[in-house]
Every structure is written in C-alpha cells, then in structure tokens.
C-alpha cells in the first residue's frame, strides 16, 4: 500500500520555505545597509544616501553592482572547489532557518498552518551540525585560491569556529538541563509558560552570544578576514557575485544567530506581559512575528555596535578566550546547573 500524500501539506512547506528564503535574503540584504547606516551614527557622519530616497537602494545598487562587475578565477586555483566554497557558505547559512519556529499556528483554508518548516525533535543538534559545516565553504574556498594569505584566513576560521563552538556547545547543555528538551517550539512553549530563559541561564547566554561573535566571523573576531594583516583573508581571490555569496553568508548567519538566541533565552515569538489566548490565532500569530522580529532587530543592532566599538583581537587573545575561559566558565556553568536542579528537586 502506498503511502497517502497530504498535497495540502507539501503545497504549505513549499511556500512556507520560498517565504522564508525571500524573507531572509531581504532582510540581509537591507541589514548591510542598516550597517553602514549604523556606522554613520556612531561616527557621527551620514552613510549612504544617494541611492533612492534616504538611501534606501543602496542595497540593490551594491547588489547589480556585483552581478556585472568581472568573474575572475585565478589560474593556479582548483576552479570547481573554488566555485564550491561560496556556494557551500551560503547553502549552510540558508538550511538553519528550517527548524526555527517563526509564529504560533495560524488558520486558513480551513487548515491549521504552523510557521514552522520542520519542528525535529532533535533542533539543536540539527543547528549545530549544520553551522559546523559552514567553515567548509570557508575552507575550501581558501585553499582553492592557492594563495597563502586567503589559506592562513581559512585556517584562522577553522580554528576559531571549532574554539568557540565548544563553549557554545556546552553552555547550551546547561540549557538542555533546565529545559528538558532539545526542540526549539517546545522551548518556546515552555518560556510563554513561564520564565524566558535568559532568567534561568544569564551566564549560559552571554557564553553563547560571544561565541555567536566567533561563529559569525564578526568584530572583534573577524581574524579571518583581518584586512590589515590577510588583505582579505580567506576571500582575497574571489572577486563579482561569488565574493558577494561569502558577504552575503556573513549576514544571513548573522540574522538567524539573533532569531536562533532569541528562541533559547528571549522567549521566540513570545510577546512578554501579553496574554496571546485572548486573541484570534492569526492575530496571535502576527504579533508573534512581530515580537521576535523586534527581538532580532535588537540583537543585530548589538552586533553591529560592538563591530564600530572594539577593536579587533590578536590571535593569541583570541584563542586564550575561547579556551581558557570560555571552556572553562561553560563547564562551571554546567556543574553549577546540575548541582541546583538536584538542589531544588
């Protein structure tokens, strides 16, 4: 007997999909302008507004700027894995949205739809398997080159990125320890219950935002990419829309890091003081999206202030935070919650 195939559902997944993907490509796009933006403030000067009104194209003139600009692929490189690299930073940066529960359910049709593409039972460890393969794009992209400084980026990344999600890991096991779950919409389920996590786990937060910094390459551990020594580090030699795939990656895992925290610890679509069963489910559910948006927003906004704020570390500085004293605060972190789970029960 062959297996019954709910159309209904599969035509929802795949819109549901395209939607986010749209989404999430638009709103990097624009948080590049919200950067340079962001910048002009804290430097007390104005930032792009030439493009449209109040600069708003700057993003698509940036964009059509380097679909036209020249492909150039060196001639020492290994041109398929040269080609590979930017395309596997992107894909990894596009596949962590899937499990990430953008809104409560809303009805249509006569159907109840959740804003969820794939609720795994399993979400956590689906992040972190995939955010791992992220540094393969950075990797082969490097060594694909064939130029020493783009390499030594390559391995700075790969050497950061294994560092900080260690600690990563491990504050996110003293989560796992309060919640009793490794399912994102059951972590918000419980946090609209009662406390948002951040209450539960202030500690296991700030580990895992700073080493959110780390994964995402971002100042002030953009060693990777570090300008002033590595010319531009792992993506020295890429040049027209592949370079753009390397930026772009740079923002899309930028964006999901901040939805991905305000899920564990900020409560996700949660709306804080608000009691969401008073209303229609589709109301529920937009605000929803508008809450953990607002909470996204805040959080980029964090990232790109301590961008234009700290300068960048050295990489003896960097590798000594990641392993002698995040590690080790995760770890204590662990015990700590181990201990007062058995304490209180």
Not at 34 to 53: F, T
Not at 216 to 222: A, V
Not at 254 to 274: K, Q
Request: charge should be neutral; charged fraction near 15%.
């Amino acid at each position: 007997m062959l297996l019954a195939i709910d159309l209904g559902l599969v035509i929802e997944k795949l819109i549901l999909i395209v939607v986010v993907i749209s989404a999430s490509l638009v709103i990097a796009m624009y948080t590049t302008f919200a950067e340079r933006k962001v910048a002009a403030i804290l430097q007390d000067r104005r930032g792009p507004n030439r493009a449209g009104p109040f600069g708003l194209l700057q993003p698509l003139a940036d964009g059509l700027k380097l679909f036209f600009k020249e492909e150039i692929i060196p001639d020492f490189s290994n041109k398929f894995l040269f080609i590979l690299g930017p395309a596997l930073a992107m894909l990894t940066a596009m596949m962590t949205s899937a499990i990430i529960p953008w809104g409560d359910k809303v009805e249509l049709f006569g159907r109840e739809i959740s804003l969820q593409i794939t609720d795994v039972n399993v979400g956590i460890l689906y992040v972190f398997g995939v955010v791992s393969l992220g540094v393969y794009g950075i990797m082969i992209g490097s060594w694909a080159s064939n130029n020493k400084f783009s390499l030594m980026g390559g391995l700075r990344a790969a050497s950061q990125i294994i560092s900080y999600e260690l600690a990563m890991g491990i504050s996110i096991i003293a989560l796992l320890m309060v919640t009793g779950t490794l399912s994102l919409k059951e972590m918000v389920v419980q946090q609209q219950a009662g406390y948002w996590n951040i209450v539960k786990q202030p500690l296991g937060f700030l580990i895992f935002l700073i080493c959110a910094f780390a994964e995402c390459n971002r100042t002030p551990f953009d060693l990777p990419e570090a300008e002033n020594e590595l010319i531009g580090g792992y993506h020295t030699e890429y040049s027209s829309m592949k370079l753009g795939f390397f930026l772009f990656a740079e923002y899309i895992n930028m964006f999901v890091s901040s939805v991905i925290m305000a899920t564990l610890f900020f409560g996700g679509y949660d709306i804080p003081f608000f009691n969401e069963a008073t209303l229609s489910p589709n109301i529920a559910a937009i605000l929803g999206i508008v809450a953990l948006m607002a909470k996204v927003v805040f959080f980029i906004f964090l990232f790109m202030w301590v961008r234009w704020t700290i300068p960048r570390f050295r990489y003896d500085q960097l590798m000594h935070l990641g392993w002698r004293i995040l590690i080790p605060l995760a770890l204590f972190n662990m015990l700590a919650t181990g201990a007062s789970i058995l304490y209180f029960q």
